[in-house]
């Protein structure tokens, strides 16, 4: 089956610009989450959500960060006022839940390049 | 709090020679042990998890890994490298203290390299 998939797979923007980057669970998966990953560091959680229930929103780093989870399956991660720092690799993955046997299954990511 | 670390950035070796990659743990409740792997300009792909049972787990592409509890380790180890292989490699706990669920921490990673 079709696993999780983000778009767009590169993004150039302008210091101070908005961004949006997408992600599309695998189907059935209730928990989606999204990392961020400097150049040659590991992963930095962001956020994640199960279900219905509010996210956890402990990983965003500013208040310049933001994401939705639409209908309970695609998500949007926002970041406004882009600076250079937030160049990274943004990835999302999703699992069936967030029991301890469930595995999270990542994207390909979306490489973030701020000018 | 979980954490988790690798404590190699790289680990150099010859095709057809055993690999391992090593990790450490920490966590208060009992440890739920991920390997990812992750190939360049891809994202993560899971190799194998501990959650109970034997302390030896098999995952994909020949790999496997050994749960020690006594000194916190979830070493990944290959029997004979590929150069294939070569790809930069994750450990992750995840804690099952209520307030963490849901949520990884990952290793810092570690790059593999297999010279032919």
């Known amino acids: 089956g079709a696993g999780v998939s983000q778009s767009p797979s590169n993004k150039v923007t302008e210091k101070g610009k908005d961004v949006e980057l997408r992600c599309d669970p695998i189907s059935g998966h209730t928990a989606l989450y999204w990392y961020r990953q400097s150049l040659g560091q590991g992963l930095e959680f962001l956020i994640y959500f199960q279900g219905n229930s509010a996210p956890d929103k402990s990983g965003l780093p500013s208040d310049r960060f933001s994401a939705e989870r639409t209908g309970g399956s695609v998500s949007t991660l926002t970041i406004q006022r882009t600076q250079q720092e937030d160049s990274a690799v943004y990835l999302c993955?999703?699992?069936?839940?967030?029991?301890?046997?469930?595995?999270?299954?990542f994207g390909p990511g979306t490489r973030l390049t701020v000018l | 709090a979980q954490s988790v670390a690798q404590p190699e950035d790289q680990v150099n070796v010859a095709e057809g020679n055993p690999l391992t990659v090593k990790c450490t743990y920490s966590?208060?409740?009992?440890?739920?042990l991920f390997w990812y792997v992750q190939y360049p300009n891809r994202g993560l792909q899971f190799l194998l998890k501990?959650?109970?049972?034997?302390?030896l787990v098999k995952g994909s592409y020949g790999f496997e890994a050994e749960f020690n509890k006594s000194q916190t380790s979830f070493h990944l180890k290959k029997p004979s490298a590929l150069v294939s292989d070569s790809a930069l490699y994750f450990c992750a706990v995840r804690d099952m203290i209520p307030d963490s669920w849901g949520k990884f921490q990952f290793g810092a990673g570690t790059q593999v390299v297999v010279t032919p």
């Open positions: 966590v208060s409740g009992n440890p739920y």
């Open positions: 993955a999703s699992s069936l839940g967030t029991g301890a046997t469930d595995t999270q299954y």
């Open positions: 501990y959650i109970t049972g034997d302390n």
